[in-house]
Nanobody, 114 residues
Framework: QVQLVESGGGLVQPGGSLRLSCAASGSGLTIFDMNWYRQAPGKQRELVATITRGGSTNYADSVKGRFTISRDNAKNTVYLQMNSLEPEDTAVYYC????????WGQGTQVTVSS
């Protein structure tokens, strides 16, 4: 069984920054792709960013140039650095990892508001 613990969400003003973390734990853990998704009220969950075990990344067009995904394989942790935040970024952010079985984090709220 894999446990994912997310942290780093909160309230920030437009133009501000936040850094999300998601730490995975479990015996004999090997994690392949690590992802961040988000779900805004009344909207479908959407993929924000992906990072492979080798470090290749991919981003949704809406966050390119503002968000950066990274990972520490030794710590089984994925990060999402979010800069120049906009009100449209307000959502619950979830990490999603493949081990290769899929696991979701519990979600962390990000609110961008003045």
């Amino acid at each position: 069984q894999v446990q994912l613990v997310e942290s780093g969400g909160g309230l920030v003003q437009p133009g501000g920054s936040l850094r999300l973390s998601c730490a995975a734990s479990g015996s004999g853990l090997t994690i392949f792709d690590m992802n961040w998704y988000r779900q805004a009220p009344g909207k479908q969950r959407e993929l924000v960013a992906t990072i492979t075990r080798g470090g290749s990344t991919n981003y949704a067009d809406s966050v390119k140039g503002r968000f950066t995904i990274s990972r520490d394989n030794a710590k089984n942790t994925v990060y999402l650095q979010m800069n120049s935040l906009e009100p449209e970024d307000t959502a619950v952010y979830y990490c999603y990892v493949m081990t290769p079985f899929p696991y979701w984090g519990q979600g962390t709220q990000v609110t961008v508001s003045s």
